[in-house]
């Protein structure tokens, strides 16, 4: 066997990087949900900032007297 027959085959496969912007637009969206949430428009009433709130209050008269022992 002589050194003709050997050959050696480098393989370099290093993807299109797909995975990577799919992760950083996920990150981006987690962030953008997390603001929206939490600071933005979306927190509610009970954010504190906010004076125009939509709460209702509602007042139960609840009966004083004991119900009839039977």
Known sequence: MSDNDRD???VD???SGVG???GVI???ALLVG???FAFGPGQGT???ASGTGTD???NVDLPSAAPAAS
Do not use: P
Request: aromatic residues 20%; hydrophobic residues 65%.
């Open 46 to 48: 009970f954010g504190g």
């Open 13 to 15: 496969s290093r993807g």
């Open 56 to 58: 209702i209050n509602v």
């Open 26 to 28: 996920v990150i981006l």
């Open 34 to 36: 997390f603001w929206y």
């Open 8 to 10: 050696v085959v480098v």
């Open 20 to 22: 990577a912007i799919l």
